[in-house]
């Protein structure tokens, strides 16, 4: 089991009082180092620019690390783009490359992206909703070019829908993107008829919906869509901030439910896939939340 993280990635700041901040992950990597000794650490490389252009527009490359503001700047509302930004940016999605290089030059390996900024919210050409790249979909291209695969699943379950993840699959059929999240909720995409060309999967869950209503969303509509796709690869946004105590959203999910929905994904790449699942890091806003739900799902990946 391979954890993928790097030290450039603290160094991405939006400011005080901003949720996406770096003692996020100082949080889960004590966690992870004290819960999990045997864990396999990896130094993130940078993404190429090359593996950044293939979901992503060469104007947001030029935003984010060209443009190199010295004092921080606001990209929208939420997202803020600063000194030490570019090269966290580089590492998040240069994880999820060379993870998804390492488990399928290995046999069913399993790996793990300690990283940020998050993804799931960028689009080709938009850095959003505290996301720059979209990690995951490079990764994702990566797998697909790069490696030849015709297909790759991608299982969203971070409280806000992954908008920009879906947006840059849409149409692609070589992808299939599965998604639950609080439905009202940033960024207000996701309803269950967003299909793309049969390859979505959104199941919205109202603010206060449990742990029951998860999984019964997960086994009932998400999972048997993941199984009759037969991924060859399955790749993970995982977000901590479904978690009752997140600060930003309303779910009253347990760590008990993301490990539940791991093992059934661990099973099914078993199945399929040949055991072989990238996850990276996306939201969790609640640092002693974030660290139990990491532990809990990077525990049920390394079965
Ligand atoms: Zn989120």
Redesign the pocket.
């Known amino acids: 089991m391979w954890v993928y993280t790097h030290r450039a990635c603290l160094a991405h700041d939006p400011g005080p009082g901003h949720p996406e901040c770096p003692p996020r992950l100082t949080a889960l990597l004590e966690a992870l180092r004290a819960g999990l000794p045997g864990l396999d650490w990896r130094q993130a490389p940078v993404a190429s620019r090359g593996q950044l252009l293939r979901v992503h527009a060469p104007a947001l490359l030029a935003q984010v690390l060209d443009a190199r503001p010295a004092v921080p700047q606001r990209l929208d509302p939420d997202t803020v783009l600063g000194p030490g930004s570019g090269e966290a940016a580089l590492r998040a999605a240069g994880a999820v490359v060379a993870a998804v290089d390492a488990v399928l030059g290995g046999d069913g390996g399993r790996a793990f992206c300690a990283v940020r900024p998050p993804g799931h919210h960028a689009t080709a050409d938009t850095a959003m909703g505290f996301c720059l790249f979209n990690n995951v979909a490079v990764g994702a291209a990566h797998a697909l070019e790069a490696h030849g695969l015709a297909r790759v699943a991608i299982v969203d379950f971070?409280?806000?829908h992954g908008n920009g993840t879906q947006a840059i699959f849409a149409a692609d059929p070589r992808v299939l993107f599965l998604s639950s999240h609080q439905m009202p909720l940033y960024p207000g995409s996701g309803e269950a008829c967003e299909r793309g060309v049969g390859n979505l999967g959104n199941a919205p869950l109202p603010p206060g919906a449990d742990g029951a209503a998860f999984r019964a969303a997960w086994r009932g509509q998400l999972l048997p869509r993941l199984h009759d796709f037969r991924p060859q690869l399955l790749l993970v946004s995982a977000?901590f901030?479904g978690h009752r105590r997140d600060p930003?959203a309303q779910l009253q999910l347990e760590a008990e439910d993301f490990a539940w929905l791991t093992c059934e994904l661990v099973a099914c790449a078993r199945r399929h896939a040949g055991g072989r699942i990238v996850s990276s890091l996306?939201?969790g806003y609640d640092l002693q939340a974030l660290g139990e739900c990491t532990l809990a799902h990077v525990r049920a990946l390394a079965a």
Do not use: N
Request: hydrophobic share 25%.
């Open positions: 971070d409280v806000h977000g901030d930003l996306e939201g």
